[in-house]
């Protein structure tokens, strides 16, 4: 019986997870296939009782369900756990079990760039669920002393709960971005070109820094169109979405993503950007 897989989210269109596990599925003769499904506001339960009825074999959530997939899980992996955030379900005899590998995904790409030290001082801006599995995994991860800065100040101030990190005003940290090695935008801020504002300005950035936008289509947002006109090493979220995608495949069918082919068929999407 063919399996099926899906990514679902809102907005959904600009997702090229769909084209990218097609790939892997063929490259591995699985009988499968991988879809995106669009969330209206007010259906999140409906879809979820109707991917439950399909035998859904596993899924990616993606903004700005995160979180509101925990109810409906039936296990949580402890890194999904520690950061309140799912972006992975694999379905096992009708159990759903919730993993996050956005954190670690994330991580592996920054340190392509180089080796995160504890001098360095990291800025996150926003407070989401890619927010939360970042922060952890850096958190466990690298001795870097962590600021999280995010429009309601109270949600930031909740992550940082706990931990000898910071959370500050969006205000703050554009005052003091001159303060930084590491900038990580997580927000949905350029992702379309109704929400192109951006979170905080970049003015008084220190050349050199390096500027992260976990957004990878479009490829240049303009977070890090102007960060670069700063003199900011530049990374997008290519390297977070297909580092994240591939521990997903491998936790859906237990064979070995291939990264090179996952990378080359996105930027063959982005018209290779």
């Not at 096992?92 to 340190?111: A, P």
């Not at 949905?188 to 976990?214: C, F, M, Q, W, Y």
């Amino acid at each position: 019986m063919k399996e099926l897989y899906c990514v679902i989210g809102n907005p959904i269109a600009h997702s090229l997870s769909p084209v990218m596990h097609t790939a892997l599925l063929e490259q591995n003769k699985i009988d499968a296939s991988f879809v995106p499904f669009l969330i209206k506001e007010g259906t999140f339960t409906t879809v979820m009782e109707g991917l439950k009825a399909l035998g859904i074999s596993g899924f990616n959530i993606t903004s700005p369900f995160k979180e509101d997939i925990l109810p409906f899980l039936d296990e949580l992996d402890p890194e999904a756990e520690s950061c309140g955030a799912v972006n992975t379900v694999v379905s096992q005899n009708g159990r759903w079990k919730g993993f996050n590998t956005d954190g670690i995904g994330y991580l592996e790409g920054l340190q392509d760039i180089r080796a995160i030290t504890e001098a360095d001082r990291i800025l996150i801006v926003g407070a989401g669920g890619a927010s939360k599995a970042i922060f952890q995994a850096l958190t466990h991860h690298t001795d870097a002393r962590l600021t999280v800065a995010n429009r309601t100040l109270e949600k930031a101030v909740q992550m940082v709960e706990g931990t000898a990190h910071k959370a500050i005003s969006l205000a703050d940290a554009e005052s003091q971005i001159a303060n930084y090695t590491i900038v990580i935008q997580t927000t949905s801020s350029g992702l379309t070109k109704e929400n192109a504002n951006l979170p905080i300005r970049l003015h008084d950035l220190t050349a050199g820094t390096i500027v992260s936008d976990i957004i990878y289509n479009p490829a240049q947002t303009p977070f890090l169109k102007e960060a670069k006109a700063y003199g900011a090493v530049t990374q997008n979220g290519l390297p977070m979405f297909v580092n994240q995608a591939a521990i997903a495949f491998e936790l859906w069918t237990g064979k070995k993503a291939d990264r090179d082919l996952m990378r080359e068929i996105v930027l063959k999407q982005l018209g290779g950007k």
